[in-house]
């Protein structure tokens, strides 16, 4: 047997990272299916039974890097004003299950802990805040990284200042630190300045060498190997100034090592604060649950916490009030804002028995609602779940920067060391050799590699989520863009999925005829019979009802006796029907199903029943078209009625009276010869949803569809179809960039780095400090990148 496992994991920092760690976890025995999420920090594995959690922990650690189940969480409680609002919430939240490190910082207000994934979520921990009378909100920054990141950058100027500043002009610095008259005193106030930026930045020394001596190098390495040497050979520098060698006070390279470490302190922050930015969908899907909730109990008021709603509770929920729980309304009348599940803005008018769900806000009525499922099941904390789930998954694109970032780190200390090597055989500059040597490794950067693909996911799945398109995982995002067929399931997919009315030819007494079809066919429960049910028709007794299979009913009603069914029937009964051929052959070539209605043996008119195609369904498949896709329909229904409806929406082939076993088979054979996506809404469609290459379920399909698809529309629009591709064709061409510009970075950087430049066009060599800057901002540029998925227009 086979489990699934989530870890969370520190210390990574580029791709190379997570190449070594997805590698590490890869060789022991037993575990499949490894994925390490950079941009999450996570590890998602299946393993068998007998595999111990300990022993993979022990591996990673070995690899340099650090293995928890637990996962970190940071937030802010604004309203936790004095040390007794401290002892609340720990006494609170301190004890609970799965909670752990909890640490509570009352001047800035902030909460963080650590937390098991598998025994509590953010949602639990935030609403048992709630409960104690406390708002909870996401902290917009870690603080000790923003001060330590601050003070780096202000010793930094500090020391480029102290540095530079006589290259300009010697009275820009007191004579009594001038380098020229007072070197040592000189050079021991660069040591002074250099000692706190590199205690501020141990970590990236402690995990580039615990990497580097397990020979899994990271980013880490490289900067701590440069920054190393730079050092050593300053304190070399100092050394010989203390023995009086007093020019060596021009050849230090402490402010390189200092401005090095403070750019990339920044350049960590800076990347930290853009993928927060990318998380911000799931951040607002959290707040969306209400603080607590109205519950009625023999007709008495009560509020209660969230944690505390039981299944069948009855719930007052006023106008203004986000709902709840997952419900059906039991008394009143509203409008729900469901923009939050579909993104449409629009109100939807709700009445008794119509279902309401968490998150969602009451805009007009009172009402009552009766509570049919838990908050871990409402469909908010389904929707929180696949959009984590498809953030933490890894694209098969993703693959490539794996590769190549596996090998990255390795090659650049080679390409390092040989150039260093080579310019001190050929010009004894000693000080050159070790500037090309720094400069290559601080410029070399498999962290743009590494967030290339994950950033992309992340921005384009909440951007999907925002508009009611959820991806199940980035594959999914991926393969959708890809697609070059789209198979579309007719009944609740491209139709309403109810039958109606849509023609009646009733020449006398239609009014009365029509109050007597729907008296008789109330007796029924077959689809066509409820189509003919009308709410405010006038109601007469029926005797003697009979429904006679396949054919359809007979009764008496008003003393008349009354036939309602197709033409076999009427041909059974001896009642002439020729009067209305005209009809019949019309409505039929339409794909209606044509209805007789008789009085005492006597054919009094025709009624057309049809399921009503979708307002929407021409559109889609009109915007399906330009996108250069082919589009097929997937049908049980009979052929007539299948071209009809094609015909009608310029569908470029129809597959008729197909079974549902028989679903999956044609989705293979279109396999042949092309990507295919598979839109359907019910149990028969499940099979053919898991077969195609990306599975589409409309949500108010069958539960049975919805876990078998690979991508979810909230809304019961197939317009929302075409979002969900033209973002994915979106997501993938931000990759696709983000892939061509880190790639494009290194391969011009490192030779620039390296001298080659300075041999074949006499160009200038790469200061460490620039290189610095640069490595950071290809970072940076990546995220902002995928930032712009946010904003650039999805055109319908």
Known sequence: MMREIKFNVEGMTCASCQSHVQKALEGVEGVKDVSVNLMMNTASLKVEDDVEESNLIDVVQDAGYALSTQKGLKFHVEDMTCASCVSSIESYIGNQDGISNLEINLLEKDVSLNYDPNKINEQTIFGMIKEIGYSPSFAQESTLDSKSMKLSLIIAAVMVYFTMAPMISPMFLPDFVRADWYPLRNALIQVVLTIPVLVLNRDIFKRGFKALAKRYPNMDSLVAVGTSAAIIYSAYGLIQIIGGNVEFIHHLYFESAVVILALIKLGNYLEDKSKEQTKSSLASLLA?????????????????????????????????????????????NTSIDESMLSGESLPVDKTVDDEVSLGTSNTSGTIQIEVTKLQSESKLSQII?????????????????????????????????????????????????????????????????????????MVGTGRGAENGVFYKSATALETASKIDTVIFDKTGTLTQGNLSVVNTKIPKDKDYILDLVSSVESMSEHPLSKAMVLNDSKKYDVQNFEALFGRGVKANADNQEIYIGNRKLMNEQAIEVSVF???????????????????????????????????????????LHKMGKKVVMLTGDNHLTAQAIADELNIDEVIAEVLPDEKSQWVEKFQKDSKVLMVGDGVNDAVALTRADVGVAVAEGSDVALDSADIVLIKDDLESLVFALKLSEKTLSTIKQNLFWAFAYNVIGIPFAAGLFHVLFNGPFLNPMIAGAAMAFSSISVVLNALRLKRVSIKM
């Open 288 to 332: 969306l649950q209400p603080d607590d909730a109205i519950l009625l109990e023999d007709g008495v008021k009560k509020i209660i916490p969230l944690s505390q709603i039981k299944l069948g509770d009855i719930l007052l929920v006023k106008p203004g009030m986000n709902i709840p729980a997952d419900a059906k309304v039991v008394f009143g």
């Open 385 to 457: 779940k696949m959009v984590e789930d498809a953030q933490n998954d890894k694209a098969p694109i993703a693959r490539l920067a794996d590769e190549v970032s596996a090998v990255f780190v390795p090659i650049v200390f080679v390409i390092a060391i040989v150039s260093f090597i080579l310019w001190f055989v050929f010009t004894k500059d000693l000080e050159l050799s070790l500037t090309i040597f720094i400069s290559i490794l601080v410029i070399a950067c498999p962290c743009a590699l590494g967030l290339a693909t994950p950033t992309a996911i």
């Open 581 to 623: 051929d005209q009809e019949f052959n019309n409505w039929s070539s339409k794909g209606q199903t044509v209805v007789y209605v008789a009085l005492d043996n006597q054919v009094v008119g025709v009624i057309g029943i049809a399921d009503v195609i979708k307002d929407e369904s021409k559109q889609t498949i009109q915007q």
